[in-house]
């Protein structure tokens, strides 16, 4: 290692820094002074730092001495400030002693002015509370100001201001309580009456006919407001079913003589030759009315009914009085269909009248049926809009009973003529032309009634006196009609005019009827079938052997019964194939005068049967041993499954 020190002095030169700030601040603060690089200069350099030194600190010395004396004049001023602060304090101190007697009375002052800004506040609110300002006075008395809005807030204050009384009456204050019940009372008073007076000039201008009217707001208030009055409520309903009542009575004379503005809809009365359209104008105005006054009274009262069908929002209105003496428990809805029963209570007469009218001169069974139905459909239909027990539902119901009279009449007369010249039958045994008018004339109103609105199970039991009025007298013409025939010719032409007014009800309300045909039906073919077996015996040969062989005595055997010994039987039995033959031609000539295939088919079956099951009982009888016959089967030339097997496949 290099000892040497200059080489050490200069490697530390030249390995020092020249960026370090402090060495940048010592050179720059060493260029103040250090102005000369000489030899002299470069060997005093520690002593003239150390002189520099000295004299900076000597200079700062100097700087401190003078902020010394400052403090110094800073600290006699402070001291003397003090003196005068504590001069203020004890003046101060002797000034409160003095004011503490005014200190105190001012407290206290100002705890009672606090006291009676509370008592001022609460009888404020108080005043504000119970009782009514001079503009709600004004507008709740006054005749001057209308009906508004602002009178009913009043009113509802007035009503409020009431109620709260109650709550006084139980405390100390009953006497104040009292005091101003008595004065609500009277504006109350005061307030409805003008109510009820404006409310009856509101009345008088809901003239409108078509009762389609726009009820203002202020209206549905008044009457809604007018509710909490039993009697100031009933009279304003009387006067608006007075003009209600006129003015829909007068619009209906007008429908019916007038018609419409400018003419247009024509006047009613003109159809009067059309009984159907007349009498079905007449109810179809009524129901339109029903409707729409339906709609006015609804928007009137505020109807919750029509709010909730139509989802709108309730309007705010005044709420219940407790000044109300008397509590109704009728609802909105029931209160409707009173005024709408009242209202439309004008226009039971001159309906019922015109409508009798027309009754009277009406004889065609079709028509008046027409008629029962059409006054049925509208008396349904309107009933359930203002009930049953509503004077318009009520007349329609008579004038029901009146039409259903008239078309029964209709009916009677028609059949009192057909019972006093019945038809007799035709060469074909088909139904007879009263047969065919009659049943033309029940599918005309079997159409009808099909088209109105009616249940099925009320259709079987609405119409089933219909059909045993115009049926029932019919076959017993018939009956009569065929009284000289034979009893097979009778019950062909009974069973054909059966099957035609059974074919002809097809609809749901005539089941019953038409099962009721069937069984009459059965009961002739029954006739036919019976008086065509005994033909065929007769025919076949072997009546006399099935009429010896089921009247012969029992212990007897049927060998030794007269003419019923084998060669006898072989006789008979030897012409059954010849009969076989022709037999089902036979019984479709005796058929062919049945309208119904079925029933001839059915006829046909039934007579195969009945000679096939004689045949076999006959053929039974022959095998007996007891009957004492030698080579039956010699005797029985066909067996009867054989003969059943010819007479199926013929």
């Keep these: 290692m290099n000892a040497n020190p200059l080489s050490a002095k200069l490697t530390k030169l030249l390995s020092s820094s020249l960026d370090d700030p402090k060495l940048r601040t010592s050179l720059s603060a060493l260029s103040e002074f250090y102005t000369v690089n000489a030899v002299n200069a470069r060997h005093n350099l520690r002593g003239d730092i150390e002189r520099r030194a000295t004299d900076v600190n000597y200079e700062f010395l100097r700087e401190l001495e003078k902020v010394n004396i400052q403090f ?26 003095k004011t503490v007697t005014l200190l105190e009375q001012t407290d206290a002052l100002r705890e009672q002015s606090n006291i009676c800004l509370v008592r001022q506040t609460i009888m404020e609110a108080f005043l504000e509370h119970f009782t009514l300002s001079e503009s709600e006075i004004t507008i709740l008395c006054s005749t001057a100001m209308d009906i508004n809005p602002a009178f009913f807030d009043a009113l509802e204050h007035l009503e409020t201001i009431h109620a709260d009384c109650n709550a006084l009456l139980i405390t100390e204050h009953q006497r104040a309580g009292l005091e101003i019940m008595d004065s609500m009372r009277t504006y109350r008073s005061i307030s409805y009456d003008k109510l009820y007076r404006w409310m009856q000039s509101e009345c008088r201008t809901m003239s409108r006919p078509d009762g389609m009217m726009e009820v203002r707001e202020v209206t549905k208030k008044a009457i809604q407001a007018l509710k909490q009055d039993d009697q100031y409520f009933k009279s304003i309903l009387e006067e608006l079913v007075h003009v209600r009542r006129n003015a829909i009575l007068r619009a209906f004379i007008d429908a019916l003589t007038r018609g419409g503005p400018g003419g247009t ?13 007349y009498i079905g104008d007449m109810l179809a105005w009524l129901h339109q009315t029903v409707a729409s006054e339906r709609e ?16 709108q929002t309730e309007v705010k209105l005044p709420k219940a009085s407790p000044l109300r003496l008397v509590e109704s428990d009728i609802s909105d809805v029931e209160i409707v269909n009173s005024l709408l029963d009242k209202n439309l209570e004008g226009t039971s007469r001159p309906l019922k009248s015109r409508v009798e009218q027309v009754l009277v001169s009406q004889a065609n069974a079709i028509t008046a049926f027409k008629i029962l139905n059409l006054i049925k ?10 009930g049953s027990e509503a004077s318009l539902s009520k007349t329609l119901h008579e004038i029901s009973e009146a039409s259903m009279q008239v078309f ?12 006093r010249r019945p038809e007799t039958p035709g060469a074909d045994l088909g139904p007879t032309p009263a047969v065919k008018e009659t049943m033309s004339q029940l599918k005309e109103i079997m159409k009808s009634f099909d088209t109105s609105f009616v249940q099925a199970d009320e259709g079987n039991q609405d119409f089933a006196p219909i059909l045993s009025a115009m049926i029932d007298p019919l076959f017993q013409t018939c009956e009569i009609g065929a009284a000289n025939q034979s009893a097979f010719n009778r019950a062909i032409f009974m069973m054909n005019c059966l099957h035609y007014v059974q074919s002809a009800l097809v609809y749901p309300f005539t089941k019953n009827k038409v099962e009721d045909l069937e069984k009459q039906i059965q009961e002739y073919v029954d006739i036919v079938v019976d008086e065509q077996h005994i033909v065929l015996l007769r025919q076949s040969g072997v009546a006399p052997l099935i009429q010896a062989m089921e009247t012969k005595d029992e212990k007897t055997p049927l060998s030794s019964v007269p003419n019923m010994d084998s060669a006898s039987i072989s006789a008979v039995l030897s012409r059954l194939d010849h009969f076989l033959g022709s037999v089902n031609l036979d019984l479709t000539s005796w058929l062919s005068k049945i309208v119904s295939s079925r029933l001839a088919k059915n006829i046909s079956t039934q007579n195969v049967k009945m000679f096939v099951d004689a045949y076999r009982r006959l053929c039974r009888a022959i095998e007996d041993p007891k009957n004492q016959y030698e080579f039956p089967a010699t005797i029985l030339m066909r067996t009867a499954d054989e003969v059943e097997m ?5």
Excluded: W
């Design 265 to 277: 809809p024509r006047p009613i009365e003109l159809h009067a030759h059309d009984p159907l359209r």
């Design 296 to 311: 006015f009274l609804e928007s009137l009262l505020n109807s919750e009914r029509k709010n909730r069908d139509r989802g």
């Design 377 to 386: 459909f509208y008396s349904s239909t309107i009933e359930k809009a203002i």
């Design 408 to 419: 029964f009449e209709a009916i009677g007369k028609q059949s009192a003529d057909l019972l």
């Design 72 to 97: 110094l004049e800073l600290e006699a001023e402070m001291i003397a400030m003090n003196s005068l602060c504590q001069e203020m304090q004890d003046r101060l101190n002797l000034a409160n002693d």
């Design 646 to 650: 010819l007479l199926v496949e013929d």
